[in-house]
């Protein structure tokens, strides 16, 4: 079964500064690998998808994931934080089940970006 | 509309109503989905339909029962809740069930409260 593990529930940036939020995935195979921003109050969005065809995957709002596998991770990083992008994030990697496709999310991180 | 809507957006009910919770996604995907997001727990996933068939129930209560008319609908049916049911219930949609990786799209949620 996948399992996820992001590190740190909250992490606070200034904005303009690098935003890193990580995440360690658990599974047998090459997963599918996605990562979804939450605004408050509302649902969540998609921001990038790892499918291995490339292991630097570019997302919306600037945003980007390197996938790693010797280290089982799946980081998010952005090169400049903008207060838009306080949020929350969540790591999910996806696996086929008898259900069909299925996410599996992690726990989430709280962004706060400070001025 | 386009995408997935919920409604109603807010809903706070007794313990001894019923209510429905209704999702309705406009991209023409096969397969649905309910998940609970409480607080300080990871997103859960509750139910899978794909092409209208009840594919997955992970352990949910009876007090909550889903129905999918077709592949554009899917309700949520509650009755007799518990304090502990309040949480944000999000509704997704995904073309492809059985295709792993196939991104799935989030409804605005409902944010329910059991008085």
């Known amino acids: 079964a996948q399992s996820v593990t992001q590190l740190g529930s909250h992490v606070s940036v200034s904005e303009g500064a690098l935003v890193l939020l990580r995440c360690n995935y658990s599974s047998s195979v090459p997963p599918y690998l996605f990562w979804y921003v939450q605004y408050p109050n509302q649902g969540l969005q998609l921001l990038l998808k790892y499918t291995s065809a490339a292991t630097l995957v570019k997302g919306i709002n600037g945003f980007e994931a390197e996938f790693k596998k010797s280290e089982t991770s799946f980081h998010l990083t952005k090169p400049s934080a903008h207060m838009s992008d306080a949020a929350e994030y969540f790591c999910a990697p996806a696996g086929l089940t008898g259900g069909g496709n299925k996410l599996t999310f992690g726990t989430g991180t709280q962004l706060k970006v400070e001025l | 509309e386009t995408g997935v809507t919920q409604t109603p957006r807010h809903l706070v009910m007794g313990m001894t109503n019923k209510k429905s919770l209704k999702c309705e996604q406009h991209l023409g995907h096969n397969a649905m989905y309910w998940y609970k997001q409480s607080a300080k727990k990871p997103l859960e996933l509750m139910f899978v339909?794909?092409?209208?068939?009840?594919?997955e129930n992970n352990s949910v209560p009876s007090r909550f029962s889903p129905e999918c008319p077709n592949s554009s609908h899917l309700f949520l049916h509650l009755h007799t809740l518990q304090p502990e049911d309040s949480a944000l219930y999000l509704c997704?949609?995904?073309?492809?069930?059985?295709?792993?990786?196939?991104?799935?799209?989030f409804g605005p949620g409902t944010r329910l409260t059991v008085t």
């Open positions: 997704a949609s995904s073309q492809d069930p059985g295709q792993v990786g196939s991104e799935q799209y």
């Open positions: 339909y794909n092409f209208k068939e009840q594919t």
